[in-house]
Nanobody, 125 residues
């Protein structure tokens, strides 16, 4: 089992940037892919970005592509999500997740087995 703790959320004005972090523990960090998902008020959780266990492959949601960068630091057991040009519609709770192992960064929520508690991102207009 992997334990995940997100941080870095907060209130930002439209057009601003935030960097979310997710610290992991419990299994060898380099052995699993990581993803970011978000849940908008009243909506189902949706895919945002993912990175493979090697870090060589990344995937992004089409709706946010060009505004996101996902990266991982295996020395710090941490995955990051840099979000730029934020919009009010990006307001959501953002969750970090780890897959079952050795994935390429799936977009499917069912492929992720461990989840953090989430961090709130609020973008004001």
């Amino acid at each position: 089992q992997v334990q995940l703790v997100e941080s870095g959320g907060g209130l930002v004005q439209a057009g601003g940037s935030l960097r979310l972090s997710c610290a992991a523990s419990g299994r060898t960090f380099s052995s699993y892919a990581l993803g970011w998902f978000r849940q908008l008020p009243g909506k189902e959780r949706e895919f945002v970005a993912a990175i493979s266990y090697t870090g060589r492959t990344t995937n992004y949601a089409d709706s946010m592509k060009g505004r996101l960068t996902i990266s991982r630091d295996n020395a710090k057991n941490t995955v990051y999500l840099q979000m730029n040009s934020l919009k009010p519609e990006d307001t959501a709770v953002y969750y970090c997740a780890a897959d079952g192992g050795y994935g390429l960064g799936s977009v499917r929520i069912g492929d992720y087995k461990s989840w953090g508690q989430g961090t709130q991102v609020t973008v004001s207009s």
